[in-house]
């Protein structure tokens, strides 16, 4: 049974940065890629970036470009998501995710595992 267990959430100021972490215990041998989303107040959920196994394959949405910087630690178990210059656009809550498919997926409906979600909230 695959964990994953967010951290790092929190308020902060418009302007400023956060990084959040996503923890991986009971990890499959099979285990490829990994995502964050993200959920406001009667929203859907909505994709925030992807990232391979090793990496080499990463990408974020087009609304968070320039300012979000997806990455992850194997050795550590562990994947980070650096938010910069936040916005109030950017409150919600943020999951990460796992499949395990080789290949990176931007929908939320092709992962396999989720976390309970950490909130980060930007005021202006």
């Known amino acids: 049974q695959v964990q994953l267990v967010e951290s790092g959430g929190g308020l902060v100021r418009a302007g400023e940065s956060l990084t959040i972490s996503c923890g991986v215990s009971?990890?499959?041998?099979?285990?490829?890629?990994m995502g964050w989303f993200r959920q406001a107040p009667n929203r859907e959920r909505e994709f925030v970036g992807t990232?391979?196994?090793?990496?080499?394959?990463?990408g974020v949405a087009d609304s968070v470009k320039d300012r979000f910087t997806i990455s992850r630690d194997n050795n550590k178990n562990t994947m980070y998501l650096v938010m910069k210059s936040l916005n109030t656009e950017d409150t919600a809550v943020y999951y990460c995710?796992?499949?395990?498919?080789?290949?990176?997926?931007?929908?939320?409906?092709?992962?396999?595992?989720w976390g309970q979600g950490t909130q980060v909230t930007v005021s202006s």
């Open positions: 995710a796992a499949r395990d498919k080789l290949l990176t997926s931007r929908s939320p409906l092709e992962y396999d595992y």
């Open positions: 009971g990890r499959p041998s099979n285990m490829y890629t």
């Open positions: 990232i391979s196994w090793f990496g080499g394959t990463k």
